[in-house]
């Protein structure tokens, strides 16, 4: 076997020369503010490679979620169903707004948001008189939600859906884009994302005076005249125009990214699902096509005689990093007492679960390296 002489990140920012040539050229440039040429040419890129009429690029993924629930009118009394197996930003920005965020358990096979059991908290919710002020699902690690369902519930109890689409840009449902669905779609291009502004977020909407608003939102609620008058409170959560430099030529290489993340993903599963007690996170299906942002694996202990956190120790060995699934919000005490609808199946996940190395600059070499450990615990 050969030495050890790196380590393996989960999720590293692929970013090269075309990334640094880009940025170079907006600093040449002279826009070096949260606006400019390459923040309105990102936008109008991204909105097209998401079949979106409009984009509104912030500073965070947390942002874009927190300016999409304040333009939909949430606020304090209200409550807003989410998925319980997610990432604290999805939450926080619920209670940045005031509203009471209600956590939904998850479907054992991807890990998303139980659709049936969301029907039965909207109907306990609006039945004990309630304001769902909207509902917020997650594309759980680039998995996607059936959005065609959701939507037709969201529909029925007349509430807005805001997409966490996060995880998952670059991802279809039934051949539609990821980011094209809701009252709006929030998606992350934080370092670890699958594809990096090293900080920034984005924000796709149908509607013209959403995206107006957004806008508004983000640059301090400042009304349009020369003397700064505000008639509300606003929040700076632009993205800046350097930064939109860079995701202009991350976005350029999304695909080739996107299928360096699948070869890893079949990689992995060639070997995870010959496994007696293994299997890999997700389903593979004609519905959804997926950016396969994180591969992650779901061990059953008593069927193959070792444990999720066996595989974490021995990948931690070889100086290869691993990461259990998101800890449900449910358990988190940042959120004790919240209402939620709990079957178990989040928390299994948790437990069982362990996310592997998936970065699209995750050469052949190292891909090999983690098989080889994987095979060792296997046994
Ligand atoms: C990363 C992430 C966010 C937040 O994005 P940031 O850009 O880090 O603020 C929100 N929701 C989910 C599910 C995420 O994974």
Known sequence: MESVTHSILLSPPDVGPDEAAAVARALESGWVAPAGPDLTAFEREAAARVGSPHAVAVSSGTAALHLSLLAAGVGPGDVVPTSTMTFAATANAIRYTGARPVFVDSTDIDGNIDVVLLRSVLR??????QR?????????????VDYTAISALCDEFEAPFIADAAESFGSL???????SFGFSS?????GNKIMTTSGGGMVFTD??????RLRYLATQARQPVAHYEHTEVGYNYRLSNVLAALGRAQLRRLDSMIERRRAVRTAYRDVLDRIPGVRVLGRVSQDQHENCWLTAVVVDPDRAGWAASDLARALAAADVESRPLWKPMHLQPAHAGADAAVTGVAESLFLRGLALPSGSSLCDDDLDRVLSVIRSVAG
């Open 186 to 190: 929030c998606v992350s291009f934080n």
């Open 132 to 144: 769902i002020g909207a509902v917020v699902p997650v594309d759980l690690l680039g998995h996607v």
């Open 173 to 179: 449902h039934r051949g539609r884009p990821v980011g």
């Open 207 to 212: 509607s013209p005076d959403v995206a107006e």
């Open 124 to 129: 306990r919710l609006r039945d004990g008189g």
